[in-house]
């Protein structure tokens, strides 16, 4: 046998052996990444219940009369979103956490699913945030006075919520972020290829 020869029969365990310890290192990866997004995707969960809870008992009578959140629309949504979101936290961390073959129609499925509901929280509490700065300062243009000297438990507690929501909607932009890395690195980078006049321009796959 040459030496050449020998060479590569040298070689060529070492390389499957190499294979070996990434794939080994890939799936030590996935297994410790799993625990985390399933006690990401389910810290929501309780977030939500809690700002949904808070608002729904936020009720104040006095001498001035009586407000509550059903009053304003802005409140009303938050509510029914932290509802939905709360419902969708508890479904997507079961998903997680049973393991099953990563295909890429699903990827995309909880990557459209964690945008939707981002942007569902999201503009919960900033309708909300709005609503109260409007209570606190009102708006001298349109003649609104603040509402939060007379009704200030029940801007307290709303205030409450508003902020327990904002937590829940930065769980959803680091899911968001995470749902993103898994759908697009599942994409090879285009190939450059040299097109008619040799300039070389990027082949994408159809």
């Given amino acids: 046998m040459s030496k050449m020869a020998e060479e590569k029969v040298m070689a060529a365990p070492a390389s499957v052996g190499d294979d070996g310890l990434q794939l080994a290192g890939e799936q030590t990866a996935a297994g410790l990444v799993r625990p985390v997004e399933t006690l990401l995707r389910a810290a929501p969960l309780g977030l939500c219940v809690a700002a949904m809870a808070v608002m729904l008992r936020n009720t104040q009578n006095n001498d001035y009369g009586t407000v509550s959140y059903s009053d304003l629309g802005g409140f009303k949504y938050l509510v029914y979103a932290n509802g939905l979101c709360a419902a969708y936290s508890l479904v997507s961390a079961f998903y997680i956490a049973v393991p099953r073959p990563a295909t890429l129609s699903r990827s995309w499925i909880v990557f459209l699913l964690d945008q939707v509901f981002t942007y569902l929280i999201l503009a919960a509490g900033a309708a909300s945030a709005e609503l109260l700065y409007l209570a606190y300062n009102g708006d001298k243009e349109v003649t609104w006075s603040e509402a939060c000297g007379v009704f200030g438990s029940f801007c307290r507690q709303a205030r409450t919520s508003v902020a327990i929501t ?24 285009p190939q450059p290829s040299l097109g008619n006049k040799g300039v070389e321009i990027a082949a994408f796959p159809r």
């Fill in 166 to 189: 904002f937590g829940s909607v930065a769980c959803y932009i680091l899911l968001s972020l995470i749902s993103s890395y898994r759908l697009f690195s599942t994409y090879d980078a």
